[in-house]
């Protein structure tokens, strides 16, 4: 694991904390925040501010974000993202991660056109809830 910020705490093998400019990496999940905390035992990065989770080429933005490092679980609150595979972006209130291919967005709103010049996509999907299998480039909204 690779953690940096411009102050960092911590209790060798148990947590770590970090503020400003904080970023932890490990394996293929990147974590940005202005504050971030690591706990050891439950393998559990909690990030505030200005959160960037980065996974695959999948980049998912927030103001508060709990991710489970080795499984891909947790959550991203009010997110924005981009999915690299397709390209497609959305917003939601809350996004969860089930795992590294399964994700489940509540009150989102998710497209794969580009923004046209009025601001706009051209097609626009809403839905209470949005189920998204990225191994088998599939959703399903409800």
């Known amino acids: 694991m690779y953690l940096r910020a411009d102050e960092v705490r911590g209790r060798p093998d148990l947590d770590v904390e970090a503020t400003g400019n904080a970023e932890l990496r490990r394996a293929d999940v990147r974590i940005r925040a202005d504050r971030l905390s690591y ?8 990030a505030s501010g200005n959160v960037r989770v980065l996974h695959e080429g999948n980049v998912f933005s927030g103001p508060e974000a709990q991710v489970r490092l080795d499984s891909f679980e947790g959550f991203v609150l009010e997110p924005t993202f981009l999915i690299g595979l397709t390209g497609a972006t959305g917003s939601a209130q809350r996004l969860d991660f089930i795992d590294r ?9 998710y497209t794969s056109c580009t923004v046209e010049d009025e601001g706009d996509p051209a097609w626009l999907l809403s ?16």
């Open 39 to 46: 706990d050891v035992a439950a393998d559990l990065a909690r």
């Open 101 to 109: 291919d399964r994700a489940v967005a509540t009150l989102a709103r």
């Open 127 to 142: 839905a209470d809830r949005v189920t998204l299998d990225l191994e088998a480039n599939q959703g399903v909204a409800e």
